[in-house]
C-alpha cells in the first residue's frame, strides 16, 4: 500500500483525481485512477511494475486516457532522467491497446 501526501504537484493531481472504492458496510478507500496508477508504475520501473503496467493496459484498454499519462509522466521521468521507461511504455501500449494516439473510448 503506497500514501500519497500530496506534497509534490503531482501528487496533489493524483489525490484530485483519485475516487472512493466501497468495501461495503459504509466502508470506503480513496483510490487512484487507473491513468495515475500507470504513471507511477512506470516511474518505478521495476520488472513488477512492468507486469503491471502490461496487465492494467490490458485490463483498461482504451478507456485509459494515455495522453494523461504521457503528460504527467514525462516530467517525471526528466527529472529521473530515465527517457527509456517512457519508451517502453509506448512499446507496451502499442502491444497491448494498439494504436498509440487513438483517444480513449
Not at 459504509?26 to 485512477?33: G, H, I, N, P, R
Not at 507511477?40 to 486516457?65: C, H, N, P, Y
Not at 504527467?72 to 527529472?79: H, M, Y
Amino acid at each position: 500500500m503506497d500514501i500519497a501526501l500530496a506534497g509534490l504537484p503531482y501528487e496533489a493531481r493524483v489525490v484530485g483525481r483519485s475516487s472512493p472504492w466501497d468495501l461495503g458496510s459504509s466502508l470506503s478507500l480513496q483510490t487512484c485512477s487507473a491513468e495515475d496508477l500507470l504513471v507511477m508504475k512506470a516511474f518505478a520501473g521495476r520488472d513488477r511494475d512492468w507486469a503491471d503496467v502490461t496487465s492494467i493496459l490490458e485490463r483498461q484498454g482504451r478507456r485509459l486516457d494515455l495522453d494523461l499519462v504521457r503528460r504527467e509522466l514525462a516530467p517525471l521521468l526528466a527529472a529521473k532522467e530515465s527517457p527509456e521507461s517512457m519508451q517502453e511504455l509506448e512499446r507496451r501500449i502499442l502491444r497491448c491497446v494498439g494504436q498509440a494516439g487513438e483517444p480513449p473510448r
